[in-house]
């Protein structure tokens, strides 16, 4: 028996159908949620005339990093959402399941770090 067997034999909640239909649906759901808040936060950063250009080049690296671990996260949860199933189901289900939580870290951990890199920075 399989691991996946044998986990959707435990709880019919962890089978591969169901997890796959599950992360298309809260992954669309998160995908918006992780790029309409970064839109947000950023957006209000520049409308207040807030530069990356203004903070000292250690903390322009740090908050760069901290902007691709975004924006690579958004990506990540964008395609655990699409309801492309690239080979099989148990496939689709282990890697979905894996984008969701890489891009869920990425989004927690970049946007820390940018945030960070702005907050040491100078006041406006």
Do not use: Y
């Not at 992780?34 to 209000?44: D, F, K």
């Not at 520049?46 to 080049?57: E, H």
């Not at 990506?75 to 894996?98: F, M």
């Amino acid at each position: 028996m399989t691991r996946e067997n044998e986990t959707a034999r435990i709880h019919p909640l962890m089978s591969a159908e169901t997890n796959v239909q599950r992360i298309m649906w809260t992954g669309t759901a998160w995908f918006a949620v992780a790029a309409g808040s970064a839109a947000i936060v950023l957006g209000m950063l520049l409308s207040s005339g807030w530069r990356p250009a203004q903070l000292p080049d250690d903390l322009q690296v740090l908050w760069w990093v901290g902007s691709v671990l975004v924006a690579l996260s958004v990506g990540l949860i964008g395609w655990s959402g699409c309801p492309i199933l690239e080979v099989d189901v148990p496939t689709a289900s282990r890697n979905k399941s894996r984008t969701m939580q890489l891009g869920t870290m990425f989004f927690i951990i970049g946007g820390a770090v940018a945030l960070f890199a702005v907050l040491l920075g100078p006041a406006a």
